[in-house]
Antibody, heavy 121, light 108 residues
Framework: QLEIQESGPGLVKPSETLSLTCTVSGGSISSSGSSWVWIRQPPGKGLEWIGNFSYSGDTNFNPSLKSRLTLSVDTSKNQFSLNLDSVTVADSAVYYC?????????????WGQGTTVTVSS | EIFLTQSPGTLSLSPGERATLSCRASQIVTSSYLAWFQQRPGQAPRLLIYGASYRAAGVPDRFSGSGSGTDFTLTISRLEPEDFAVYYCQQYVQSPWTFGQGTKVEIK
């Protein structure tokens, strides 16, 4: 059974770079027919799509974050990562990783438990 | 950008009752790329419905999805205690992927 686990610093200072990693177990990050997604949820609010990529190289970013966002993958570790530059308090949120799969019309069928990020000095 | 508007914002019902949740899109959404998620407090979202009407594995058959074009519906035929949660619709036919603001189903 595929599982995803987010990890990150928990607390980031304003103007710094937020770095998060998702580790995939029980399956390969490079399998065809899957893509990998970042979602976030500010405290008490709804869900916001950050971006997604597939191993084949297709990458999409939320335009509202694109200028500050870098997504990368390390297939040797079965991990993918997010870097968000110049963070502000508005970037405080629970950050989730998820998988999409062709068999579910590329809906997000597996989610990590989320990691809470607070931006504060 | 496709905006999704969910209604009502809050639905107050008793266990055993039927819940009908609406999701309206600002543009036509191909049914294949419309999903519904359930989120319980302190938990990650869980996929319930994909392709507007297909249940994900392990989802009870009291959950059903329907609709096409700009109007989609999630129906819970008989509410169980564990169904009281927030529900989100989501489209991924067009970037940026977007979610509705959520409907909270609470115990009356």
């Amino acid at each position: 059974q595929l599982e995803i686990q987010e990890s990150g610093p928990g607390l980031v200072k304003p103007s710094e770079t937020l770095s998060l990693t998702c580790t995939v177990s029980g399956g390969s990050i490079s399998s065809s027919g899957s893509s990998w997604v970042w979602i976030r949820q500010p405290p008490g609010k709804g869900l916001e799509w950050i971006g997604n990529f597939s191993y084949s190289g297709d990458t999409n970013f939320n335009p509202s974050l694109k200028s500050r966002l870098t997504l990368s993958v390390d297939t040797s570790k079965n991990q993918f990562s997010l870097n968000l530059d110049s963070v502000t308090v508005a970037d405080s949120a629970v950050y989730y990783c998820a998988r999409t799969i062709r068999g579910y019309y590329y809906a997000m069928d597996v989610w990590g438990q989320g990691t809470t990020v607070t931006v504060s000095s | 950008e496709i905006f999704l508007t969910q209604s009502p914002g809050t639905l107050s019902l008793s266990p055993g009752e039927r819940a009908t949740l609406s999701c309206r899109a600002s543009q036509i959404v191909t049914s294949s790329y419309l999903a519904w998620f359930q989120q319980r407090p302190g938990q990650a979202p869980r996929l319930l419905i994909y392709g507007a009407s297909y249940r994900a594995a392990g989802v009870p058959d009291r959950f059903s999805g329907s609709g096409s074009g700009t109007d989609f519906t999630l129906t819970i035929s008989r509410l169980e205690p564990e169904d009281f949660a927030v529900y989100y619709c989501q489209q991924y036919v067009q970037s940026p992927w977007t979610f509705g603001q959520g409907t909270k189903v609470e115990i009356k």
